[in-house]
């Protein structure tokens, strides 16, 4: 048990590090620090740097673009991106979509879709939650009804992550509504400018539009756009939900966070001293701290035990990082909105690319997208399977109850 | 990196855990308690003779040349044990004190004994107003030609009673909390003027009241340098909490198991209670709280032998931090889930959830480390 980094495990970090802060263009690096929202462009420009690096979909095989890194070194790869901070490559793409057309895909889809997603010259959304289907996602109801060399489908998906910027959209579709639930379901890809698609956005608590719902009207779509087997859908949605729980702990980018904490708490004044100074402040940023620090621990357990890892059965750790992640991440923001005291109030929407609002700020500059954040950080615990959904999974996987 | 165990490390915990079943069943651990010095001598013995009492120390002087993870090892199978022996006070802590402040004439007249297991140690160090606050000590070494004279009262020994020689805090300068002015001492047990009020700890340990009037210490009792011995104090017990949380992890992996099994086995209103979700739920917090004390537990392993203090410092703490907030969580969690049976003598899981509540206190609890973590600013999350 050797819990340093090798010589060359580190040297790779630093190559890594030195490229995104080279790379990477000062302007998307200050949005995120401030917490502000990326433009499509913003997002789209970093992941074309990536690809021209060879680092746009570093998990992904090396035939089709991967890097062949060490489970180590993926980890770092992305341990930098979060502490950069610098975008995310998107994960519809580059974890979901992707990995399961490797796996699952034909090799015409892989062909036609797999550079694509590592230039993002397609933008991806996940079409799987529904207004009935949420956490029992497999009473799901939007179907695809076989047409000749088509599948007509018609029904409404929700939560639909950037569907506004999207130019295709994965699917899950029930095929058989006589089959059990779980058996009757397929994954389809889809066009999003097939006829029949209206996107229509869902404003959220904290008036960011990332969400949407998505409703297909008899939209026709192409029979060769099946993913894999048709009734065999829910297993790979299954694949790509337990790929999604490992990315999900985010301990770099916690880590950025609590640096920005101290940051901002060592500038605010609470009567005569810094409000980093506060006892009780400073014992609820340590107590994050600890957390953060045990979970990055656990993370590396499960990064270094995929190495000795047979078949596809997640280290009992994983389950955990979920779970833990978003915690930590909601306690983060709470601390956020603390330090901002009475200039949490002031709402300032942000500049976007619909919606300009180019007042200057109301109190300190970087109060504006404090509040909103802490709103909006409320879904991580909802999201991929809520925390209670988690429990329920290691309740049964794990612990067999 | 890797957390994967070498093929000795896998033959050590194998080894181990062969012993603890043969060794340490529940009514063979209760016989034990029962015996006058309140642990086996006999056990001891094989401890000798597995090697596992020479596990940190040079070959020289017997022992195997282990580091922290062995120590991790043995410990952890120690807590799923419930182990009474003076392991951590003989081995961890008397022992430290001898391989980081011992010369070499010292260090070859005991340690040989440690590893054959013919002398136990213990660490008298706190005091009744002292806490967690290492440097509170007002227990006095005065000079006395070229002996020293000690006189204080020091309590909560662990295995103070049975110990047949005594690592001793006091103060040969400076006030009352200063970290300047601080002596460790070895001291026979025996010693005159030395007096132990020995009695049974809330876990099922021994441990002492120890009051010095006048004991007088030859120069071959001094250990490290006189009046700065504060650094060798705290990464002593920088490592005997490194041990103490793969030990919290022991008990906190055992009560874990043993209430998923009996939510499998204990049937009411017709089924299972395991298959009710409130239950599977709190079963998933206990697993999580282990599983981060685990981590935590791993990283005061790697960091109890970094050599730069403060940075060794803020680590174990944070360790010792998160030890006790699972250790709560997941004891209490084990008796609410276990009803009635979980309160009883009888059972084993109560007496897990003892021991963890009991490490909490020891070398600062939670709320403590967390405090100096919060004072000194701590940098984990960069360590």
Redesign the interface.
């Known amino acids: 048990m050797d819990l340093r980094f090798t010589t060359e495990e580190l040297a790779f970090r630093d190559e890594v590090r030195a490229f995104f802060r080279s790379a990477l263009p000062a302007s998307i690096r200050d949005k995120l620090l401030a917490n502000k929202g990326l433009a499509k462009n913003d997002i789209v420009t970093w992941q074309r740097i990536l690809n021209k690096k060879g680092w746009a979909v570093a998990n992904w095989p090396v035939e089709w673009g991967g890097t062949g890194w060490t489970p180590v070194q993926q980890y770092m790869f992305q341990e930098e991106l979060q502490l950069t901070p610098a975008p995310q490559p998107l994960g519809f793409g580059v974890t979901m979509v992707g990995p399961v057309m490797i796996a699952f895909g034909s090799e015409e889809q892989k062909k036609r879709f797999l550079p694509r997603i590592a230039n993002l010259d397609d933008w991806w959304c996940q079409g799987f939650s529904e207004p009935g289907a949420g956490s029992d996602l497999a009473s799901l109801r939007t179907s695809a009804k076989r047409d000749g060399d088509h599948y007509v489908v018609n029904g409404q998906k929700t939560w639909t992550t950037l569907a506004q910027h999207a130019d295709w959209i994965f699917c899950l579709v029930r095929t058989d509504p006589q089959a059990k639930k779980q058996e009757g379901i397929s994954f389809l890809l889809i066009d999003m400018k097939t006829p029949g698609i209206t996107v229509r956005p869902i404003v959220t608590i904290d008036g960011g539009r990332e969400v949407n719902e998505v409703f297909f009207d008899d939209v026709a779509v192409p029979a060769e756009n099946l993913v894999g087997e048709e009734n065999k859908g829910w297993d790979y949605a299954k694949y790509l939900l337990g790929r999604e729980r490992t990315g999900i702990a985010r301990v770099g980018f916690s880590k950025e966070r609590v640096r920005r904490i101290k940051e901002l708490a060592a500038a605010e004044r609470v009567g005569d001293k810094p409000l980093l100074e506060d006892e009780r402040f400073r014992e609820k940023l340590a107590a994050v701290e600890v957390e953060l620090k045990a979970l990055e621990m656990t993370q590396l357990r499960v990064v270094a035990a995929e190495r000795n890892r047979v078949g596809n059965k997640p280290d009992p750790a994983s389950s955990i990082l979920k779970i833990k992640g978003s915690e930590i991440q909601q306690a983060t923001t709470e601390l956020l909105l603390e330090i901002v005291g009475p200039y949490a109030l002031p709402y300032q929407p942000e500049h976007d690319e619909e919606e300009r609002w180019n007042e200057p700020p109301i109190g300190p500059e970087w109060a504006g997208p404090i509040a909103p954040t802490y709103f909006n950080t409320r879904k991580v615990s909802i999201y991929g399977g809520t925390n209670e959904i988690q429990k329920n999974i290691i309740a049964k996987a794990i612990l067999g109850l | 990196?890797?957390?994967?165990?070498?093929e000795e490390?896998r033959l050590l915990k194998e080894s181990l855990d062969r012993l603890i079943g043969d060794r340490y069943a529940f009514e063979q651990r209760k016989s034990y308690g029962q015996a006058p010095e309140g642990w086996s001598r006999e056990v001891w013995a094989q401890f000798a003779e597995l090697g596992l009492l020479g596990l940190p120390f040079a070959e020289k002087y017997g022992g195997s040349a282990g580091g922290p993870?062995e120590t991790m090892i043995a410990m952890e199978a120690f807590g799923r044990a419930l182990a009474l022996e003076p392991f951590l006070a003989t081995v961890v802590l008397g022992g430290g004190f001898l391989r980081h402040g011992g010369s070499a004439d010292q260090c070859a007249a005991i340690i040989p004994k440690i590893a054959d297991g013919s002398l136990t140690l213990a660490f008298a160090q706190t005091e009744r107003h002292s806490r967690y606050d290492l440097a509170d000590i007002s227990t006095t070494a005065r000079r006395d030609g070229t002996a020293w004279v000690l006189d204080g009262e020091k309590g909560v020994v662990l295995h103070g009673d049975t110990a047949d020689k005594l690592i001793v805090t006091a103060r040969v300068g400076g006030s009352q909390r200063d970290r300047d002015g601080v002596g460790v001492f070895m001291v026979d047990s025996k010693a005159a003027g030395l007096s132990r009020r020995g009695y049974p700890t809330q876990d099922g340990l021994r441990a002492a009241e120890i009051v010095f009037s006048g004991v007088r210490v030859g120069p071959e009792g001094v250990l490290g340098e006189l009046g700065a011995a504060s650094p060798l104090v705290e990464r002593v017990v920088d490592e005997a909490i490194a041990a103490l949380c793969a030990e919290a992890v022991g008990t906190m992996s055992a009560m874990h198991e043993l209430t998923?099994d009996y939510?499998?086995t204990r049937r009411q209103f017709g089924r299972e209670i395991?298959?009710f979700?409130i239950?599977?739920?709190r079963?998933?917090?206990m697993?999580?709280a282990l599983?981060?004390?685990r981590?935590?537990a791993?990283?005061a392993?790697?960091m109890a032998s970094e050599e730069d203090a403060p940075v060794r410092r803020d680590a174990l703490a944070?360790a010792k931090?998160?030890i006790g907030r699972s250790g709560r969580l997941v004891g209490q969690q084990a008796i609410q889930l276990h009803g009635g049976i979980g309160m009883t003598m009888e059972y084993k899981v109560g007496h897990y959830f003892k021991r963890a509540t009991m490490i909490d206190t020891m070398f600062g609890d939670a709320d403590h480390h967390?405090?100096e973590?919060?004072?000194r600013?701590?940098s984990?999350?960069a360590?």
């Open positions: 990196m890797d957390f994967d165990l070498t490390q993870v998923v939510l499998k395991g298959s979700q239950l599977q739920h079963a998933v917090d697993l999580i599983e981060q004390a981590s935590m791993m990283f392993t790697m944070a931090v998160q967390l405090r973590l919060a004072r600013g701590g984990v999350v360590a």
